[in-house]
């Protein structure tokens, strides 16, 4: 068997957000680190919506604002409810820039080459097959027939998390936490996008649309701004999906979705004669520390980013790059942490699961379930943005006489065919939720 | 990647592009060997087929009642192995260095 002939004190696997802010500060700390990605070149594999909350990734790197490929500073948070041709729009113009957007293969491409300016050694196309395990610890990875032995073993593979099935750590991805998006990154130009979206060059829009982009299906659709691309998209529940494949109410093909969100009257001017740059889709984690592994210390194993499920979706907000870059940094801690007493035992590198615990991500992630009330609910889902849209349609178009909003909430009712029981149960478990 | 980009064709009037035709966005480098395999055996016995509609590479297609597979436009998502009600398929990433490359995404 061809071995690389020198042991790492780390391996990270996986050159994403997580397992690139790992590497960056083990190198840092003076841990001989190596990172592999499966990817041809830097970036390769990375996809996600489209936006990053700035400040865990500036606990890592205080330089990011000035050197990070950043799009746009988000200035602006929209938001849609849209049921057929009828759009409902609420717009909250920021006083401070806390988030940004970006293109996944450029954001992490910085990050792993700022890995390995720390001294990391970065080997890509490497497919990890296995993590290595002996006695009882794990010691390493395999690809192909090339063994890399470490003393610790980062896991930071994504979503899919394969190595961790095969060692059996977590059983097979179920529908039931899981969410795919499916974008497309349209090019517009920077003087068309600011005009359309009515924005200045130093502005940026992030837009969360819900109702009929997604067919009724629990999930939503996204826009973001970038400096001369939108990215587009649809989110949909896969366990939801897939229910409505089998009953016959999703009769099209997941990218005609995305095309209709493209096209739909109301949106399709923000991209006028715009061609799509690129097409792409990635699961995303829905029920937080549901998906999460039993743990995330084995003797010799972290795990860290999606694979360890620090993704928080509020309904609202979305938070994945950014969680991955602080669990990164927390597992980094962890390991220098064990160093400093006494070595990279189990028991010593147990410090990640503790530093987790009291951070703000794993707080975040416990406090909010508001989304998933109504994210439970498809049929009541698919049938409130029909309901808003009928009651601004009452009360804004009319002829002669103007009704009550008493008059146009209960005829909206009535014509979506909800009950007022159903809505106000949902309202308690929003309000319980939050 | 010049090749990718040739391929985009500017709309006049907006209208639905075919997913073969938005796929002409990506590139690849494709493996010789597929990193998916299906079990027909089980594929066939499944009535509501739900990789046809949301594997969103269109990997999956029906020809008369079968469903066919073809593994060169994967972008890795995964969805198909998550949802398959038969657990027909067997799904690993790419080879080293394989498969979609992303660029903008």
């Known amino acids: 068997m061809a071995q690389i002939p020198m042991k790492f004190d780390v391996v990270v696997v996986g050159a994403g957000p997580a397992g690139s802010a790992a590497a960056y500060l083990l190198a840092k700390k003076g841990f001989r680190t190596l990172l592999v990605d499966r990817g041809r070149g830097l970036g390769d594999k990375e996809l996600f919506g489209g936006r990053v909350y700035a400040q865990p990734l500036r606990d890592v790197w205080p330089e990011l604002d000035k050197e990070a490929p950043i799009q746009r500073w988000v200035t602006r948070e929209r938001i849609s409810v849209v049921s057929g041709d009828n759009v409902i729009t609420v717009e909250y113009k920021a006083g401070s820039k806390k988030s940004f957007t970006a293109l996944l293969p450029q954001l992490a491409s910085w990050m792993s080459r700022k890995a390995e300016q720390a001294g990391a050694v970065f080997v890509n196309e490497v497919t990890v097959d296995e993590l290595v395990v002996k006695d009882g610890k794990f010691v390493g990875v395999r690809s192909g027939s090339d063994v890399i032995e470490a003393d610790v073993v980062i896991d930071a593979e994504g979503v899919n998390r394969l190595l961790l099935e095969r060692a059996g750590i977590v059983e097979r991805l179920k529908p039931d936490h899981i969410a795919l998006g499916v974008k497309e990154v349209l090019r517009t130009g920077a003087p068309q996008l600011e005009a359309a979206f009515g924005i200045d060059s130093d502005e940026g829009v992030a837009w969360v649309v819900v109702g009929d982009v997604t067919r009724g299906v629990p999930g939503g659709g996204f826009i973001y701004t970038n400096k001369d691309t939108v990215s587009i998209g649809v989110v949909l529940h896969l366990r939801h999906a897939l229910e409505a494949v089998e009953k016959g109410i999703l009769k099209d093909h997941v990218s005609e979705l995305v095309e209709g969100f493209r096209l739909h009257p109301f949106f399709r001017k923000l991209w006028k004669d715009a061609t799509i740059s690129e097409y792409g889709a990635h699961l995303t984690i829905e029920g937080g520390l549901k998906f999460s592994p039993p743990r995330l210390v084995y003797p010799g194993l972290l795990i860290v980013g999606d694979a360890a499920g620090f993704l928080l979706s509020t309904g609202v907000n979305y938070r994945g790059v950014d969680y991955a870059v602080y669990s990164g940094k927390l597992a980094a801690e962890a390991v220098e942490y064990a160093r400093d007493h006494g070595g990279l035992t189990y028991e010593n590198l147990k410090a990640y699961e503790e530093k987790v615990k009291g951070s703000f991500m794993y707080r975040d992630l416990i406090r909010h379930t508001a989304a998933e009330a109504l994210m439970n609910n498809p049929e009541l889902f698919s049938k409130l943005p029909g309901l808003m849209t009928k009651v601004l349609a009452g009360i804004y178009e009319q002829d002669y006489s103007v009704k009550t909003p008493f008059e146009a909430i209960t005829e909206a009712l009535t014509s979506e065919g909800v009950d007022l029981f159903s809505l106000i149960s949902l309202a308690w478990l929003a309000v319980r939720g939050l | ?105």
């Open chain 2, 1 to 105: 990647m010049s090749a990718a980009q040739a391929a985009q064709v500017k709309r006049e009037e907006p209208k639905q592009m075919k997913l073969e035709d938005i796929l002409q966005s990506d590139v690849w480098n494709v493996d010789e060997e597929p990193h998916i395999v299906i079990d027909y055996t089980k594929c066939e016995k499944c009535e509501a087929k739900p990789c046809v509609y949301l594997c969103p590479a269109g990997c999956y297609t029906l020809v008369g009642d079968k469903v066919v597979f073809s593994y060169e436009w994967c972008v890795e998502c995964g969805t198909c192995r998550v949802i398959c009600p038969m657990d027909a398929i067997k799904w690993d990433y790419p080879k080293s260095g394989h498969g979609i490359i992303y660029r903008f995404t």
